[in-house]
């Protein structure tokens, strides 16, 4: 029989899909969903820990699916305090096994981050976005947008436009599928000088974390994202990564396969055992440090545009991607 931390963890996972859900979810959709995150229950067990969450009130409903309640909300906020600590970490190493994108074909699944922005902005916020990625501080110039009942990783809300961007996660998710081990260790807020990475002025780690860190600094409008992509100097959002020293050569050559796919977001590259931009690394291993994909976002926040960020929000196929300037 499962014990009850057991079920409690099965139940935070149901409530997470509904929470990400502006519909009613029945309990075909759940499984899929959590099957998405590695989470294996059954239809039938769905609806047993369904009926559950119904009588303590954290779900409401019918035949025709669920929705998340007030409660729940506040059930999922609280649950479980100190499995949210890693949390980050945990999920990227689940999107990057996720992540089917090949560089030989160039064909397969990337991680994307989605950004929602009300319908009436769309337009000046792809604006506002347009420098940073010309200026590089993305992880691809490639986006696609999804419109109010269309489903990006979740269904888009009434009366917003959903702008999915590259998340740098599938530079993980490539090497891994090359037998390429990476670690991120951070995410930061890295000061750029003349165009040119210069140091990290804030670190997160993911492994203590429960909230991508490059979220909390755009919302914390941290970053300076405008001026770095107008002047070549200011603040955008970063990670630290670490491959073991003897992929290196590897590793760079399918980097530089991933540019020729405008997945690009390696702004700096260290030596073996050797610190990188003042952050040490341990014996036989090499710093990476990559742009956030939702970097282009915090030109939104820092000119007051209404913004809902989901970092790592779900994998999607390479072939829907398009520059963004084609919008």
């Given at each position: 029989m499962p014990d009850d931390v057991d079920i409690q963890r099965k139940m935070v996972g149901i409530l997470r899909v509904l929470a990400e859900s502006s519909d009613p979810q029945g309990a075909q959709r759940i499984g899929e969903k959590l099957e998405q995150q590695g989470v294996h229950l059954s239809e039938r067990a769905v609806r047993y820990h369904l009926k559950i969450m119904d009588e303590r009130g954290?779900?409401?409903g019918g035949q025709a699916g669920r929705l998340i309640t007030d409660k729940g909300r506040a059930e999922l906020q609280n649950a479980l305090v100190s499995d949210k600590v890693g949390f980050v970490v945990a999920k990227i190493d689940q999107l990057a096994y996720?992540?089917?994108?090949?560089v030989e074909t160039g064909s397969?699944?990337?991680?994307?981050?989605?950004?929602?922005?009300?319908n009436e902005h769309f337009e000046r916020a792809l604006r506002l976005m347009v420098p940073a990625f010309e200026a590089g501080f993305c992880m691809?110039?490639?986006?696609?947008?999804?419109h109010e009942g269309d489903e990006l990783g979740t269904v888009v809300p009434e009366g917003m436009t959903a702008i999915a961007t590259v998340c740098s996660v599938t530079l993980n998710g490539v090497l891994l599928r090359n037998r390429i081990p990476v670690e991120s260790r951070f995410g930061g807020l890295l000061e750029i000088r003349d165009?040119?990475?210069l140091r990290f002025i804030e670190l997160v780690s993911y492994a203590g974390s429960s909230l991508d860190p490059l979220e909390i600094f755009i919302t914390g409008k941290l970053t300076d994202v405008r001026s770095a992509s107008a002047t070549g100097s200011g603040k955008v959002g970063a990670s630290f990564r670490?491959?073991?020293s003897?992929?290196?050569s590897h590793a760079l050559a399918l980097i530089e396969r991933m540019k020729g796919y405008h997945l690009d977001g390696v702004i700096a590259v260290g030596e073996p055992s050797q610190p990188l931009l003042e952050i040490s690394v341990p014996l036989d291993r090499v710093g990476l440090v990559v742009i956030g994909g939702l970097t282009p976002t915090g030109a939104l926040v820092e000119s007051d545009v209404p913004v809902v960020n989901r970092a790592m929000a779900t994998a999607i196929d390479?072939?829907?991607?398009?520059?963004?300037?084609?919008?």
């Open positions: 954290l779900t409401e996720r992540t089917t994108f090949d397969g699944d990337v991680i994307v981050n989605v950004s929602l922005v009300p691809s110039d490639l986006i696609t947008v999804a165009g040119k990475a670490e491959i073991p003897i992929a290196l390479f072939r829907r991607l398009r520059p963004v300037w084609t919008f």
